[in-house]
T-cell receptor, first 114, second 114 residues
Framework: KQEVTQIPAALSVPEGENLVLNCSFT??????LQWFRQDPGKGLTSLLL?????REQTSGRLNASLDKSSGRSTLYIAASQPGDSATYLC?????????????FGTGTRLLVSP | DGGITQSPKYLFRKEGQNVTLSCEQN?????MYWYRQDPGQGLRLIYY???????QKGDIAEGYSVSREKKESFPLTVTSAQKNPTAFYLC?????????????FGDGTRLSIL
């Protein structure tokens, strides 16, 4: 059974720092991995999707990497801003399902202080 | 603007009562999903639907029911059989064509017990 773990559970940094969020998964047979952002009391916003054949994806100050063989992904946030404060969730799409089922981690709660 | 609309934002249930959560999308997506989010846990899949008039149980379907009479709508009923319904409920949708289609989420409904 696929399990997804995110470390750390919470992170507090001063504005301007570069930071890395970690995601690990137990079964390397995946179609893709997604990173989401969730603001308090809100739904999820898709940030980046990495296909299983890709090593990384970039969007603005965000860069996500994928090492499928070791079951790891990282989300790198450059020059963090207070507006980046949110919970970040990673999710994998297992490779043994015929539909777009996602298995989610429990998230990293990020606080960027001015 | 295209998106997913969930209503109501807050909902209260009395003992023995069934309640229905609404989810409407105008993204022309074929697939729709219902997730439950509890504090400290990742999202868990309740039900999903890949096409009108068809739906499948997810990982925690007991005590819930759904219908998919229209492509745009996927309501979730929390029945009295669900003994611990207090949670944040999220609806999502995605295209079905292609392997790597991101899921788009609504802003959620928070359900509490009176």
């Amino acid at each position: 059974k696929q399990e997804v773990t995110q470390i750390p559970a919470a992170l507090s940094v001063p504005e301007g720092e570069n930071l890395v969020l970690n995601c690990s998964f137990t079964d390397s047979a995946i179609y893709n991995l997604q990173w989401f952002r969730q603001d308090p009391g809100k739904g999820l916003t898709s940030l980046l999707l990495i296909q299983s054949s890709q090593r990384e994806q970039t969007s603005g100050r965000l860069n996500a990497s994928l090492d499928k063989s070791s079951g790891r992904s990282t989300l790198y946030i450059a020059a963090s801003q207070p507006g980046d404060s949110a919970t970040y969730l990673c999710a994998v799409r297992p490779g043994n399902t015929g539909f777009q089922k996602l298995v989610f981690g429990t998230g990293t709660r990020l606080l960027v202080s001015p | 603007d295209g998106g997913i609309t969930q209503s109501p934002k807050y909902l209260f249930r009395k003992e023995g009562q069934n309640v229905t959560l609404s989810c409407e999308q105008n993204l022309n997506h074929d697939a729709m999903y219902w997730y439950r989010q509890d504090p400290g846990q990742g999202l868990r899949l309740i039900y999903y639907s890949q096409i009108v008039n068809d739906f499948q149980k997810g990982d925690i379907a007991e005590g819930y029911s759904v219908s998919r009479e229209k492509k745009e709508s996927f309501p979730l009923t929390v029945t009295s059989a669900q003994k611990n319904p207090t949670a944040f409920y999220l609806c999502a949708s995605s295209k079905m064509t292609g392997v790597d289609q991101p899921q788009h989420f609504g802003d959620g409904t928070r359900l509490s017990i009176l």
